[in-house]
């Protein structure tokens, strides 16, 4: 036999006994199978569908670590140790519910982190893989019913109630609220002259045109949802929506009407979206993009061809559609369908008015940075050797740079709070601090690993790695960012109930805040201060009828007992809630009971007391943001600061000290 197929066979009867080696002792082959990219080993189907409480992990076939947007690094060939983001692996990663379905699980998605850090925690608690039942599969609809099979408008189905005039004008005006200043929901021209035919010639009804009935029946959903508090699996406005989708043309006729139509379809994916169907959102949202690329509205339309008043309604539309594709893209963790590069339409003027332009300059730019952070952070394979905290450096620079136009164009500081914040300002300053979050929490994600294998080894690279501690801390200061500025928002009642970018945002500040507190009670000043800041919301959002918001808090309310269960938490870092009958009994729904499974792996609660309360006044690192205070953001100084710091950051301990883990 040649050398060469010798070693070949050598090196993967090696890889596997090392893969085996990593696998739970209790855990069966089938259930811990992944596949690494040019693997001949195929994926036994059987372990997809049939057993139950059973998750699935399988490598997307052919990919040979192409490098993405021109990068010339080498990835695997490099003799430099490779420092790894485990929250991109080489293998995709899927989860298989209950009823046989596989979905997959984008790396950059909040939710996906939520559920690695539950699913670590979990197996170290349990020794187990974390059952189904105790999951939510995010983007699926869970939280809400839509109560319709799909099928059309049948000829006995009776139409909905129409609302008064009064109370139509009522429920648009909220629509214009709480979104035109972020997105264009419909011409307010063509759309309102309609309304009012509709409502002066209650018989000629039948005539009026079939696409703008579908988008009014969206825009009262949305009204609805703004306006109502209606508890329990009914979503508010459900019945318009409904009826929306029930009277909804083929593509085969909305393409004759390519501007309209990609308006209707872009408030059915945002209405979808906020009700937690993501991926059936997602592909309305696809449907809209393509019809919009079809028509040439990302171009550089004129004005002499189509008029003045239609090209600023082309260009209001596209920028909306353009915009939140990338952000149910990004918060999904999927790939962007549309580069920038290949946009050149002109942004809208709004009749004059600066600040809505700039808003959109904003948002823009925003939007550029979390598709780098994705790119560059979460790139392909996960193993980006030196590119992995180069990246971070680069959107460190980037966040740098729109930290000082936020700054100049919405500030946003304490007095301001005092007096009222602009929601538009506060929508801009989370989307700002989520960037930050995004490319800053893999590195307190590999530490919440760290803490669970030794507390010893933890604390000593926490004390040893400079940058890595202020990298932490940076995210962790954005994190207080976000729950201070809802915490605003909530005392003047602005949260929105119904859009999900402030729930987004607290659901990524609070777990970040959860698994700090569990790393080192010293990272954090006031913890469980935060933790109840972030149930406040929680709770306010809860009692509007957000039954997203009820599944999202039911997660953290699961991964806090088991934090408590590991022995990581302190006693002075639990909070109030804990102690509520009402958390306890979905804390018991939500988990079985396994302590005394657990105790012989486990630290002791005194123990990790002691651990926490141990003196730390040796480290003395040079660019810190230990007592972070919500009225003091990181400045355009402090951020650059940090981002020239990490040439200086030692890689090497993470990939000696976590390797090729896997978690899944």
Known sequence: MPTSLIDFAWSRFINELQRKAARPNNVPVHEYQTITPGSSVELDQSSIIEPENEETFASSQGRSGTQRGGDSSTRGTSEEPALTNLLATDSSTFMTARNGMTFYL?????????????????ERVFRNRIPDMCRNIE???????????????????????????????????????????????????????????????????????????????????????????????????????????????????????????????????????????????????????????????????????????????????????????????????????????????????????????????????????????????????????????????????????????????????????SDGISRTSAHLHLEYHRC?????????????????????????????????????????????????????????????????SDLDSLSAATINVLVAMSIDADLIDNGSKWIMTAYAVFGDLIASGNQVARVRKGELDHLRKLLEELGTMSENNTWASSRDPGVQQQQQQLSPSSSSSSNSALTTRESATAYIAQDSSSFDPPFTLAGIDPGDPLTTADIMDLANSIDDMDTDWISQTIGHDRIW
């Open 106 to 122: 984008g790396t950059s998605s909040s939710w996906t982190f939520t559920q690695k850090v539950l699913s670590m925690v979990y």
């Open 436 to 500: 930050i979050i995004l490319a800053t929490r893999p590195l307190l994600f590999c530490f919440l690993k760290l803490r669970l294998d030794s507390r010893e080894d933890c604390q000593s690279r926490l004390n040893g790695s400079k940058t890595s501690y202020s990298i932490i801390q940076m995210c962790l200061d954005s994190s207080v960012q976000i729950l201070g500025m809802l915490e605003s928002l909530l005392e003047q009642a602005l949260i929105d109930p119904f859009l999900p």
């Open 139 to 417: 983007g699926l609809g869970n939280a809400y019913d839509l109560k319709w099979d799909g099928e059309p408008t049948s000829a006995g189905c009776s139409p909905v109630t129409i609302p008064a005039i009064d109370h139509s004008i009522y429920l648009i005006n909220a629509v214009k609220f709480h979104c035109a200043q972020l997105y264009h929901m419909f011409d307010e021209d063509t759309f309102m002259s309609t309304f009012y035919a509709f409502y002066e010639n209650p018989s000629d009804r039948d005539a009026i045109d079939k696409l703008w009935y579908v988008h009014f029946m969206v825009i009262l959903a949305f009204g609805k949802g703004f306006t109502v508090r209606k508890h329990g699996k009914d979503a508010p406005g459900l019945e318009y929506f409904i009826q929306a989708l029930q009277s909804l043309p083929n593509m085969i006729m909305l393409w004759r009407h390519p501007v309209h139509a990609v308006e209707v379809l872009t408030c059915i994916a945002l209405y979808l979206h906020c009700l937690d169907y993501r991926i059936v959102a997602l592909n309305y949202m696809g449907q809209a993009v393509r019809l919009a690329l079809s028509y040439g509205l990302n171009t550089d339309i004129q004005a002499d061809r189509f008029g003045n008043e239609s090209v600023e309604r082309i260009r209001r539309v596209w920028w909306t559609v353009y915009l939140l594709d990338r952000e149910m893209a990004s918060v999904a963790g999927l790939a962007q369908a549309v580069q920038s590069h290949d946009v050149y339409c002109q942004l809208p003027e709004f009749g004059g008015s600066v600040a809505r332009t700039t808003a959109l300059k904003m948002q823009l730019k925003l939007s550029h940075l979390i598709a780098d952070i994705n790119r560059n952070v979460y790139g392909v394979g996960g193993q980006l050797s030196r590119s992995f905290h180069h990246g971070i450096k680069s959107a460190l620079a980037d966040i740098a740079e729109a930290q000082k136009d936020l700054q100049q164009w919405f500030p946003l500081s304490p007095e301001q709070r």
